[in-house]
């Protein structure tokens, strides 16, 4: 059965002004695809992240998700499509003075109708499909990294979203728990049917769990390669794009 694009990016340049971060990007992003941006440190990952979701606009080119030019879109439009956005940002940016419970109902009393009982008990079941059944009245302080991140991801599908965005989610977490995330985030993807789109530059996880990808590339500040990452490390022949997805092998 063919792919169905989910979201298109057509000839798109990022700028600050007069400096350009990445020019003539091209590419699709499938539906249940897990999407890894990847590339070196300043290369314009996480800008192409902000622009994706609707942070930042571009310098020329367009964003289709399926059929809606994003950036074309009246107010209105863009404002629903990114309604069915959830974001997992690195740092988990959940409120400190909320507790676990608070911060995944924020969104729930935003956007639905739902009364208060029904919010509740949406609460404990995103929760307990993170692993944190139990853990409502806690204070973001009084649980650790990864249970952290485990809770902004439970925040950011608290709405069933179809695209889940994240930036960099294993930062700061040892092996084991970043182990923990990529298989909750494979879990996540197959349970909600989701489209996943992850910056990151941890191998581990581009290879446990991506299944397409784009390399952005400093000094040409565009694109250089496309496709599965093990893929990509077995066929690309560009040695920036080797020399990336084979960091830390023995010489």
């Not at 007069?18 to 992003?29: E, G, M, R, Y």
């Not at 997992?88 to 676990?100: E, P």
Request: glycine share 8%; proline share 3%.
């Amino acid at each position: 059965m063919a792919s169905e694009a989910h979201l298109t990016v057509n000839n798109l340049t990022m700028a600050y002004g007069d400096l350009i971060i990445q020019q003539n990007l091209n590419f699709t992003v499938n539906k249940k695809d897990i999407f890894i941006i990847m590339g070196g440190s300043g290369c314009g990952k996480s800008t192409l992240l902000r622009l994706l979701v609707g942070l930042k606009a571009p310098e020329k080119g367009s964003v289709f998700y399926q059929d809606t030019d994003f950036w074309q879109a009246n107010e209105q439009q863009r404002n629903e499509i990114m309604r069915h956005n959830g974001i997992l940002y690195q740092s988990g940016a959940l409120w400190s003075s909320m507790t676990l419970a608070e911060n995944i109902t924020l969104p729930l009393t935003e956007y639905t109708d739902l009364c208060a009982a029904e919010i509740k008990e949406l609460v404990s079941l995103k929760l307990a499909l993170v692993g944190l059944s139990g853990f409502e009245d806690y204070y973001p302080s009084e649980i650790s990294g990864g249970m952290q991140k485990r809770a902004g991801l439970a925040r950011a599908i608290a709405l069933d979203p179809d695209i889940l965005f994240f930036d960099e989610p294993s930062a700061g977490l040892d092996p084991i728990s970043a182990k923990l995330l990529d298989d909750l985030i494979l879990e996540l993807r197959d349970s909600l049917g989701a489209t996943v789109i992850i910056v990151t530059h941890e191998l581990a996880s581009i290879f446990a769990i991506g299944n397409n990808s784009i390399f952005l590339d400093t000094e040409t500040k565009t694109m250089i390669a496309q496709g599965d990452p093990k893929t990509l490390l077995a066929e690309c022949k560009d040695p920036r794009v080797q020399q990336f997805l084979r960091r830390g092998e023995s010489q």
